[in-house]
T-cell receptor, first 115, second 114 residues
């Protein structure tokens, strides 16, 4: 079975310090993986995607993620948190089902940034 | 600004009302999705349309009726909803061609059932 696990439901960091949001996946084949961010009362915005071209993926707003097959992980990082990064973050794996692609979402990590 | 536009942004309706949610995209995407999102939870897939045909229905109650009139437009018709249907309803679209094509989300319709 394919799935995705976000290891922390809440993460708090101080402004200017590094961010690490953890995600592990299980898949019987090389997956397509995504990170999305959701600010309050907004839709989901794509931060970055992994599609097997490169293991280190750079996204928007200074975020990046590294695909580690041996650890089945796809953790999201940012060197220096900004107040505007406070939001909910979802790790997602894409699966091919019934002739189309379907997202499997992690349960989400709420990032709090302290001044 | 998002490339997927949802209207209305907010909707309050009684349990006997009939209303519709609308979603529009002009990116040439051929897959469109409806999700339901409760507070502090990830989105739950409801329906998927691929080339204007319904390809996935996640056992959604018949009081929700999707429609895809053309490749740019997706509707969700609502009738006789229950209070537990109150949620954020998100629309998304993607290229059909590959799993590495990301879904693009609208900002949603916040639905409240009285």
């Amino acid at each position: 079975a394919q799935s995705v696990t976000q290891l922390d439901s809440h993460v708090s960091v101080s402004e200017g310090t590094p961010v690490l949001l953890r995600c592990n996946y299980s898949s019987s084949y090389s997956p397509s993986l995504f990170w999305y961010v959701q600010h309050p009362n907004k839709g989901l915005q794509l931060l970055l995607k992994y599609t097997s071209a490169a293991t280190l993926v750079k996204g928007i707003n200074g975020f990046e993620a590294e695909f580690k097959k041996s650890e089945t992980s796809f953790h999201l990082t940012k060197p220096s948190a900004h107040m505007s990064d406070a939001a909910e973050y979802f790790c997602v794996v894409s699966l091919y089902i019934s002739g189309t692609y379907k997202y499997i979402f992690g349960t989400g990590t709420r990032l709090k940034v302290l001044a | 600004d998002t490339e997927v536009t949802q209207t209305p942004k907010h909707l309050v309706m009684g349990m006997t009302n009939k209303k519709s949610l609308k979603c529009e995209q002009h990116m040439g995407h051929r897959a469109m999705y409806w999700y339901k999102q409760k507070a502090k939870k990830p989105p739950e897939l409801m329906f998927v349309y691929s080339y204007e045909k319904l390809s996935i229905n996640e056992s959604v109650p018949s009081r929700f009726s999707p429609e895809c009139p053309n490749s740019s437009l997706l509707n969700l018709h609502l009738h006789a909803l229950q209070p537990e249907d109150s949620a954020l309803y998100l629309c998304a679209s993607s290229q059909v061609s590959g799993g590495n094509q990301p879904q693009h989300f609208g900002d949603g319709t916040r639905l409240s059932i009285l």
